[in-house]
């Protein structure tokens, strides 16, 4: 059974920028979550989509965004990058939504 | 508001040696409490996760973990470590029928094996 799959693993924007990050969640699983890792805030919820809609949300604004299509396949953006934005972006997914199952990341650099 | 604590954000232990991460929690009632890993530049794998009934649980790659109510702990252990555990580990909880239901982590403790 394939595993959480991201795309791109990693990439490099310029500050001002926007980008959009891919995840495509384990068969049969409907939530999809996102998460934003770095050494000095550590792992941070972002949002959960379940069913196309958005479910849950964490403390990041406006500037992040994430969709979720029929297929359960969900993407996410963050338009006018700037350089704290540089992170290990990470997507679980979930069947139950109790237990989630993450991706290899995408690493974000921005310069 | 929940929270979780890692106390040591390195750990240092001999190859063949015991190990114990440990893992406290602030929640108001029982939690589901989770461990992952994290080997460089990869994402989290799922250790072991907690969420009812028998308070050891096994895990995965010979990982144990034993939840622990008066003491809000869920600490982390495996017998006799191998370099491949080098890693770092995270902890988190989560509250179980909660609307707005996510998993609060702890900030990771980094596991260095010593040859």
């Known amino acids: 059974k394939a595993g959480v799959t991201q795309t791109p693993r990693y990439l490099i924007k310029t500050r001002g920028q926007q980008v959009t990050l891919s995840c495509s969640p384990i068969?049969?699983?409907?939530?999809v979550s996102w998460y934003q890792q770095t050494p000095g805030q550590g792992l941070q919820f972002l949002f959960e989509y379940f069913s196309e809609t958005q479910r849950n949300k964490g403390n990041f604004p406006g500037r992040f965004s994430g969709r979720q299509f029929s297929n359960s396949r969900s993407e996410m953006n963050v338009s006018t990058l700037e350089l704290g934005d540089s992170a290990l972006y990470l997507c679980a997914s979930s069947r139950d939504r109790n237990t989630i199952y993450f991706g290899e990341g995408s690493w974000l650099t921005v310069v | 508001a929940q929270s979780v604590t890692q106390p040591d954000i390195h750990i240092t232990v001999s190859e063949g040696a015991s190990l114990e991460l440990r893992c406290n929690y602030s929640y108001g009632a029982t939690p589901y409490l989770f461990w992952y890993v994290q080997s460089p530049g990869q994402g989290l794998q799922l250790l072991l996760k907690?969420?009812?009934?028998d308070t050891l649980v096994q895990g995965i790659k010979g990982f144990e973990a034993e939840f622990k109510r008066s003491q809000s702990s869920f600490n982390l252990r495996k017998p006799s470590v191998h370099w491949s555990d080098a890693a770092e580990y995270f902890c988190?909880?989560?509250?179980?029928?909660?609307?707005?239901?996510?998993?609060?982590w702890g900030a990771g403790t980094k596991l260095i094996i010593k040859p």
């Open positions: 068969s049969g699983h409907r939530s």
């Open positions: 988190a909880v989560a509250s179980p029928g909660d609307s707005n239901y996510q998993l609060i």
């Open positions: 907690y969420f009812s009934g």
